[in-house]
């Protein structure tokens, strides 16, 4: 069983729609970070977080550590936000990456 | 503009070949990481160096090799030792566990 989980793992959804993707994970951590993927490769992160909520935009992330479970959130969703998200939680110094949630957004 | 560059975006080449990787940043990072990205998987780290010359091996760091003689490069090589090098690189920079992504080199070994 992977450490770090994620679902689903594609979602197509119509323009407009409220998005949620979720991460849990196995192993003790001190952060957690959800980065983006677009289609050409390129990575950049998004939001990095050891408890609570965080929001950039149309972006919330929210983290569980009892849990051990966060979920990044994109309102009103938009063809340009399709990309493959990505977590990765920090554990021993360590960056533990889940295989991401491919997400396509239909105009 | 700072950021990191991989070269080229496309490499092919014939099984048995060593190929190298360039990464470059100019973000002044002392640390710089390497990454396999596979369909469906999880990054997973190959190689990573916290200073100039000196790196230490990742996850699957068998078949690959790395130098880092400059603190603003560290190019990767695939050697024919690695059975399966038909994957996405990813180099990475920056200090943990915050990192900075290059574009990516997708490579095809026919």
């Known amino acids: 069983k992977n450490e770090v989980e994620q679902s689903p793992q594609n979602l197509t959804a119509q323009e407009g729609e409220f998005i949620t993707i979720n991460c849990s994970y196995s192993?003790?951590?001190?952060?957690l970070h959800w980065l983006q993927q677009h289609p050409g490769g390129g990575i950049v992160s998004l939001f990095m977080l050891s408890s609570g909520k965080k929001k950039h935009g149309r972006l919330i992330a929210t983290i569980n550590i009892q849990e051990k479970h966060s979920s990044l959130h994109i309102t009103a969703s938009h063809p340009r936000d399709s990309a493959v998200y990505i977590c990765?939680?920090?554990?021993?110094?360590?960056?533990?990456w889940g295989a991401g949630t491919k997400l396509i957004i239909k105009p | 503009d700072g950021g990191i560059t991989q070269s080229p975006k496309y490499l092919f080449r014939k099984e048995g070949q060593n190929v190298t990787l360039s990464c470059e940043q100019n973000?002044?990072?002392?640390?710089m990481y390497w990454y396999r990205q596979d369909p469906g998987q999880g990054l997973r780290l190959i190689y990573y160096s916290q200073i100039v010359n000196d790196f230490q091996k990742g996850d699957i760091a068998e078949g690959y090799s790395v130098s880092r003689e400059k603190k603003e490069s560290f190019p990767l090589t695939v050697t024919s030792a690695q059975k399966n090098p038909t994957a996405f690189y990813l180099c990475?920079?920056?200090?943990?566990?915050?990192?900075?992504f290059g574009p990516g080199t997708r490579l095809t070994v026919l």
């Open positions: 192993v003790g951590i001190s952060a």
């Open positions: 990475a920079s920056g200090r943990f566990p915050e990192q900075f």
């Open positions: 990765a939680v920090i554990s021993n110094y360590q960056l533990i």
């Open positions: 973000l002044n990072h002392d640390a």
